[in-house]
Structure formats: structure tokens, C-alpha cells
């Protein structure tokens, strides 16, 4: 049984135990590049075996740092806010961070400056704005709280840094794809159109419309629930209009799949379907959805370059673009 004063192991402890300098271990526990297998291995090996834990009050007084991100998040019951605040926690957890969040329930100015107040009172590092209300950057211009703040799901602004997927290149993906099968009447059920991620899909939709010289003239706009889809659905099936729908998510997606199931209006027979999202379920939908995969993870790392960038070089705002990837199943045909 250990004794009660004995002491915690010390970063020269696990030095000696690996056979190394304390500046290599330093090394391995930051995650540096230039630590070979081996010699990470064995001071990964002595950490385990001496149960060292890295002081991080030491290290803010030396760093004059906190080592702690800010995340303000809202709409976190929605698929994609949910995973991009969990693609971006994993990859500030690898680059050594903490990260504190705010999820917000309403999002309005007062919300966020609150939020970005309690942030610094916290001595956060950095600030990650997952918000992806158009009016979040116009809040976000008024304060200068002296940290760098990178907006995900945005190409941010002057003094704000942004890393988004290219939500209009993924609607393009899709009516590029339903193009490519044959379809000319093409229609688009919408998420809230003051959602950055719905307008940016909405727009991408009728800008490869009216580039193969279609019509964009049927956008219904739903609330990204499968219930709002499931609503869509039943009035398309009545008029049928559409031989083809590019819907701005998976959720509404699945109504609009059931709403045509039961009015006896076969996918991709009668009409194909595209999603967006890709979520671990649509590919188990009937029938499983061709769909738009964001990849969140990716995002995520890229969200946290930009954010080390200007936490350890000063680097100045920029824009981080990932391309989205369309997955083809059986939801898509020829036109019958």
C-alpha cells in the first residue's frame, strides 16, 4: 500500500524510467513530430507505469496559458452542430486542449456576448463559434475580446476565421448526380433559410439548375425534422411535379420517404431521392439513401490548424474550406 506523503511522479521521473531527457519526454507528451516510434513507445510505456499526469497549473504559469478552448454552440439536437462540436472536442483533445462549451438555447446578441464574457473570465486561449445562425457573425464583428475566434460553418469575416464544408458544392454534387441520370424537374425541400448551411444548399441547388438551363422553381422549405419532410412528402406525392427531390437533410429525408411509401409512390421508380448529411442511419432508410457526407472530423482538425495558428504564430484570420463527398445507393434512378 503506498504511503499517504508519498509524491507525485515528476516529468524527470518518467526521464530516467524511459532512459531519456526530460526535454524528449516534453517532446512526446506535446505530440512533436521528430520522437521516433521507439523512443515514443518507451516514454509512453513509462508514463503508464508511474501514472504521471502533466501539471497543468504549472504549465499555464510558464506559458501564460490556459490550455482550455471556448466552444459556444447552439442546436446541438440537430445532427450536423452535434457532430462538428464533436469533430472539433477530439481534435482539440489531440492538440492538448480543454475544451469548455456554452450551448446556447436562444441564440440572440445579449446570448452570445454572455457567452463569450463567461469564456474569458475562464482565460480561454481561443473561442470556437459552432452557431450557424447568419446573425452570429454580425454579433461576433462588435467584440474584441482578444482572442482568436473561429466560426465553423462560416467563411467568417474580417476579424473572424472561418472553416466550413462547401455546403454549396455538396447541393451541387447532388443535382449534378440526378442530372447526370436523366432528370430535368428537379425540386428541393430546404431547411430554415436562416440557417447559413440551408440558404448556402438552396442556393447551390438552383445555381446547377440554371447552369443546365432548368427551372428552380419548386423549393418547399422545412424545419429539418423528419415530421416537416414527412409533411413535404404527402403534398408532392399529390402533385406530383418532380420526377426528382435533393432534400437539405437525412432527417427530412426519411419523412419524405415514408410520406411516398404510403401514397404508393415508389423511390427511385416513380421518383429519386437525395439527402444530405450522411448520417450512420441512412444507409440502412428504405431504400438506403443516396445522400451528401460532411466530414466532420476533417473540420474539425482543421478548425483547431487554424485555431493553434493564431494561438502560437499570431497567424491572421483566414478560411478553411472542406469539400463534401456524395454516397450513391438506392435511392436514385433514371427517370421511369
Known amino acids: 500500500m503506498a504511503k ?61 496559458r490556459s490550455q482550455t478552448i471556448g466552444v459556444l454552440a447552439s442546436e446541438l439536437s440537430q445532427y450536423g452542430p452535434a457532430n462538428t462540436l464533436l469533430g472539433v472536442e477530439q481534435a482539440a483533445r489531440d492538440a492538448g486542449y480543454f475544451v469548455s462549451i456554452a450551448a446556447l438555447r436562444t441564440v440572440n446578441r445579449d446570448a452570445i456576448f454572455d457567452a463569450i464574457r463567461h469564456f474569458l473570465d475562464q482565460s480561454v486561449d481561443g473561442i470556437v463559434v459552432i452557431v450557424p445562425h447568419a446573425e452570429t457573425l454580425s454579433a461576433l464583428a462588435e467584440q474584441s475580446p482578444g482572442v482568436p475566434i473561429v466560426a465553423v460553418g462560416s467563411l467568417g469575416s474580417d476579424t473572424v476565421s472561418g472553416a466550413m464544408v462547401d455546403q454549396k458544392r455538396g447541393a451541387e454534387l447532388a443535382v449534378a448526380h440526378l442530372i447526370e441520370q436523366g432528370h430535368s424537374r428537379i425540386g428541393h425541400v430546404a431547411g430554415p433559410q436562416d440557417w447559413i448551411d440551408g440558404v448556402a444548399r438552396a442556393e447551390g441547388w438552383s445555381m446547377a439548375l440554371r447552369e443546365a438551363g432548368l427551372a428552380d422553381d419548386l423549393l418547399l422549405v422545412g424545419d429539418w425534422s423528419a415530421g416537416s419532410g414527412y409533411d413535404i412528402g404527402r403534398k408532392l406525392a399529390v402533385e406530383r411535379t418532380a420526377t426528382a427531390i435533393f432534400v437539405g437533410n437525412d432527417q427530412m429525408s426519411l419523412g419524405l420517404l415514408r410520406a411516398f411509401n404510403e401514397a404508393g409512390v415508389r423511390v427511385p421508380e ?18 438506403p439513401l443516396t445522400t451528401v457526407r460532411q466530414d466532420f472530423e476533417e473540420l474539425g482538425r482543421r478548425c483547431m490548424d487554424l485555431m493553434l495558428g493564431a494561438i502560437e504564430n499570431g497567424d491572421t484570420t483566414s478560411t478553411i474550406v472542406v469539400e463534401p463527398e456524395l454516397v450513391v445507393r438506392r435511392s436514385t434512378a433514371a427517370p421511369a
Open 4 to 64: 499517504s506523503n508519498a509524491r507525485l511522479p515528476r516529468l524527470e521521473d518518467v526521464a530516467e524510467r524511459a532512459g531519456v531527457s526530460h526535454q524528449t519526454v516534453s517532446r512526446v507528451i506535446n505530440n512533436h513530430p521528430n520522437v521516433s516510434k521507439r523512443t515514443r513507445e518507451r516514454v509512453e510505456a513509462a508514463i503508464a507505469e508511474l501514472g504521471y499526469r502533466r501539471n497543468t497549473a504549472a504549465r499555464s504559469l510558464v506559458t501564460r
Open 270 to 287: 416513380d421518383v429519386s431521392v437525395v439527402g444530405f448529411d450522411d448520417q450512420p442511419e441512412s444507409g440502412y432508410f428504405i431504400p
